[in-house]
């Protein structure tokens, strides 16, 4: 069998392959002790050994429809990247007898800490709108993953510097709910707009939108001028 930095290559590329925007890896015991598990206490999802495959998919502003989140199914783009992680299990199975299992999204079904799965894999760095910022795509991309029975080594891939340092903070002005006043994120006020989401849409929908299908807030991620150039 090859060895596991190239298996893990390989599977890189077969996801980009599939339809993945980005791709990256991490040591799933490197997530045990993530910044997001530190405040908010263990993840769903606890393994501590074998790899996480972090996914990406790019979501184009033009393409509202694909974040628009129904009860029991999520989002289409979500639906997309499930389909990317059963393509590459079966892969694996097929190709090398590695066993794989997706990790749903929910933290409470299950899920990790994406977005600091997506840091400590490299695809980007934690924005000042809370949003993980990548190289290519700024904010505009949605997290899921998938892990496999390999154990690896910290890719130490490296991401260019955060845009957010140079940026005049655009975020924080468009904000509706002031949740990012005075450059600190509050999860309440955020939280708030989410759940003032979903109250509206059991009671209205639009001719591309069916009732009870939630098209959340995406001010602040809108307005980002990273990756744009």
């Known amino acids: 069998m090859a060895g596991e930095e190239q298996i893990i290559d390989g599977i890189l590329k077969k996801a980009l392959g599939f339809g993945a925007s980005v791709a990256g890896s991490v040591p799933a015991g490197m997530l045990k ?56 299990a079966a892969w694996l199975a097929e190709t090398h007898d590695i ?59 490296p991401v260019s510097d955060l845009p957010c340092d140079t940026c005049e903070h655009p975020c924080e002005s468009a904000c509706p709910q002031k949740a990012l006043e005075s450059g600190l994120y509050s999860r309440n006020r955020c939280m708030a707009r989410m759940d003032a989401d979903k109250a509206a849409s059991s009671v209205s929908g639009g001719a591309a939108k069916k009732k009870g299908s939630v098209d959340h807030c995406r001010a602040c991620e809108l307005v980002c001028p990273a990756g744009l150039n």
């Open 33 to 88: 002790d993530c910044p997001f598990a530190r405040a908010a206490g263990p993840a769903g999802f606890q393994k501590s050994t074998g790899t996480v495959i972090v996914l990406g998919l790019y979501h184009d502003p033009g393409k509202p429809e694909m974040d628009w989140w129904e009860e029991g199914r999520g989002t289409p783009g979500d639906r997309i990247l499930q389909e990317i992680n059963r393509k590459l």
């Open 99 to 157: 066993d794989a299992v997706d990790i749903p999204y929910q933290i409470f079904d299950g899920g990790i800490y994406l977005k600091d799965a997506a840091v400590l894999a490299g695809l980007g760095l934690i924005g000042r709108n809370n949003l993980v910022i990548t190289p290519d795509f700024g904010p505009r991309v949605r997290f899921r993953a998938l892990w496999i029975d390999i154990d690896s080594e910290p890719s130490g891939r």
